[in-house]
């Protein structure tokens, strides 16, 4: 079993990178990239045991090891196992190039610094237990989130590289600061780890685009800038429910979703919406949402039916011989998580593309380019799966032209109120990585350049990075390959199945998410 399951482990890997959540309370299992393998070295003499998974997927059990930082290595008494785990090597001295490293991983049984920390807070630690134990598939997850000020308070608008979850998958993420509002030619990102992962933040730089004081900028879902003076509203929008114009009508968080099949998740439904427009004008489509809770349930299902063999499969990400089978599922959980556009013209729908849900968080705002329209009517549909998006907002923008962000590099960042160079250095550095732990919280700082007084600025935040997801002990009992296999090889078996189980929790699992998350006191 474990041989197949290796040879067709992608679909499951795919649902984990984009049933986008982390998970909270009790922890038995760290799994630790190659980059901070200093953090392994402090608990060396506290875990007799050592898992070193390598990219060519073979793995190497240690009894007792040390890791040499100088010279990039791992050195350690054990057992070599191969691949296909059918050929064994015993020595007493490994000496293991980091460089191929896919992850390490510990057993831990007394708590490491950051878990003892979560349990020695009071009030706020009882709320997360109650929460997390009432249902254990809704559990606060972040990834980096990063809060900005609106001109009232800090508001949670970004949330960094959910596809992220291990780090051969370290990535770019553009996340659009729609109500960012900066202060003395100054702007501030909060950046906090809420939850019980590791966050692995390679740069988090600023992109601001100087546009006129009337104009707003999107993002394309490929990277591309353009802005627009002209934004049309809706002048209808239907879904199965009836009219829902005034909740997409304006971002202002009042989001319209739907409730998951009773008996299918992955049940599609169809949202009809309407403009007016002036022929022959260039628009974009924007779309302001954000996941449901759905994919974190599945997100969570999937992790715990990897079990113990979940630091075995994220280790395969980084597998060479894998690469090939990457993309086959790709287009399944992207039509699952994302919404597929499509524009009525010449008397039928034409689909134009799928944009994709991002995380559950943060409401993220993009921008979908459409062909020039020829009549003074346009009518589109955005396809997606029932119970799985919230919208916040629908909007046709009139392109005036692309625009070119300026890139801004933080100045200054703040730990516990105090500057940390360290930590400024670590996010200016392409070498090196700030890596935060629960309760973190960094406050960076980037000075704004000088424009015309009759100019503003949009704002974006571009991160790169990845996070590990800290394996709680509730998901190990519910390990099964067999349920593994049916996700693989039978996914649509899988969400029938699946069905009245999400169901029965569907109704508490927003109180309980957001009810969950962890913060130092």
Not at 304 to 312: F, K, Q, R, S, T
Not at 472 to 481: F, Q, S, T
Request: glycine share 6%; with cysteine; charged share 30%.
């Amino acid at each position: 079993m474990r041989k197949i399951l290796f040879n067709l482990f992608f679909f499951p890997i795919f649902l984990v990178i984009n049933f986008t959540s982390c998970n909270l309370y009790t922890v038995e299992k760290k799994i630790y990239p190659p980059q901070l393998a200093s953090q392994v070295a402090k608990i060396g003499d506290k875990s007799p045991f050592l898992k070193v998974h390598m990219k060519d997927g073979g793995l190497y059990i240690l009894k007792s090891w040390k890791i040499d930082e100088e010279n990039k290595t791992i050195k350690g008494r054990g057992i070599y196992y191969s691949i296909d785990r059918n050929s064994t090597e015993e020595k007493d001295l490994f000496i293991i190039d980091l460089e191929s490293v896919a992850l390490l991983e510990t057993n831990v049984l007394k708590r490491s610094g950051a878990v003892t920390a979560m349990t020695l807070v009071t009030g706020a630690s009882v709320a997360l237990t109650v929460y997390c134990l009432a249902n254990p598939k809704a559990c606060f997850g972040s990834c980096p989130t990063f809060y900005v000020w609106d001109g009232d308070s800090l508001r949670l608008q970004a949330e960094g590289f959910t596809s992220s979850v291990a780090p051969a998958l370290e990535a770019d993420d553009i996340d659009a600061l729609y109500h960012a509002k900066s202060y003395n030619d100054e702007l501030t990102l909060e950046v906090r780890n809420e939850a019980l992962e590791t966050h692995v933040i390679r740069y988090a730089d600023l992109l601001v685009v100087p546009k006129g004081k009337n104009s707003r900028v999107y993002v394309t879902p490929n990277g591309k800038f353009f802005e627009s003076d002209r934004i049309l509203s809706l002048t209808s929008a239907k879904a199965s429910e009836g009219d829902i114009l005034p909740l997409i009508l304006k971002p202002d968080g009042k989001e319209r979703f739907s409730l998951a099949d009773e008996k299918y998740l992955g049940e599609r439904e169809d949202i009809e919406i309407e403009f007016l427009v002036k022929p022959g004008k260039n628009y974009g489509l924007v779309i302001g949402r954000r996941l449901t809770l759905l994919s974190t349930f599945l997100f969570y299902q999937v992790l715990a039916y990897m079990g113990n063999d979940a630091g075995y499969w994220l280790a395969q990400i980084g597998n060479y011989k894998n690469q090939g089978k990457f993309d086959r599922f790709k287009k399944a959980v992207e039509k699952f998580n994302g919404i597929e556009i499509l524009v009525h013209r010449d008397g039928e729908w034409k689909s134009i593309g799928i944009i994709d849900g991002e995380g559950p968080l943060a409401t993220n705002f993009n921008i979908v380019l459409l062909d020039k329209v020829d009549s003074d009517t346009l009518r589109v549909k955005l396809r997606m799966t029932k119970g799985a998006i919230r919208l916040d907002y629908v909007a046709l923008a009139e392109i005036s032209k692309e625009v070119e962000p300026i890139v801004i590099k933080p100045y200054s960042v703040l730990y516990d109120k105090k500057e940390s160079p360290e930590s400024l250095s670590s996010l200016l550095d392409s070498e090196k990585v700030l890596v935060t732990f629960p309760g973190d919280v960094y406050k960076l700082k980037y000075r704004l350049p000088k424009i015309e007084k009759d100019k503003d600025f949009e704002f974006f935040l571009k991160a790169r990075g990845y996070y590990l997801e800290w394996i709680r002990k509730e998901w190990l009992e519910e390990e099964n390959p067999l349920l593994l296999a049916e996700v693989i090889f039978s996914p649509e078996q899988a969400l029938r199945r699946l069905a009245p189980k999400f169901k029965s929790v569907e109704a508490e699992m927003e109180k309980q998410f957001w009810g969950s998350k962890y913060a130092r006191p």
